[in-house]
């Protein structure tokens, strides 16, 4: 799931004083911020985690004994991985401009649009519902 998070670029932003920048400084950060997701991941999920799984392969799971602890690490690593694959793509995609280097207004406003909408979906369902009881 936190992989599908840092390809979706849905991980927390504060980028609120960077959209302020020229355009040219808004990719520099970007692909800093991608440099250190990717020394990040490669240092903390992959080697820590790898070395967690490699420590633990020989704990046994009480509840279930055919699986070791380190079976169940091995998960870090790979994701580790696939967060690293998507990072140096993402810095890919800035560089090449086939995505924006940080999500600008055009993305809060469809956020907002798409919020506003469920929210007057959820008030006509409430009406819908108040006048089936009136009805009764």
């Known amino acids: 799931a936190t992989a599908l998070v840092f390809s979706e670029k849905g991980h927390i932003a504060v980028d609120f004083v960077v959209l302020k920048f020229p355009k040219a400084v808004q990719k520099v950060v970007a692909i800093l911020v991608q440099a250190l997701i990717i020394l990040f991941a490669g240092w903390l999920l992959i080697l820590g985690g790898w070395s967690a799984a490699a420590n633990a392969l020989g704990q046994r799971l009480s509840t279930m004994p055919f699986l070791t602890m380190g ?41 907002l649009a798409r919020v506003a909408a469920d929210e007057s979906l959820a008030a006509d369902v409430a009406a819908n519902e108040a006048l089936k009881k009136e009805e009764k």
């Open 71 to 111: 079976q169940t690490y091995v998960v870090i690593p790979i994701a580790g991985v696939i967060i690293v694959l998507y990072a140096i793509y993402h810095i890919y995609a800035v560089i090449t401009d086939k995505e924006e280097a940080i999500g600008g207004p055009d993305e809060i406003e469809a956020e």
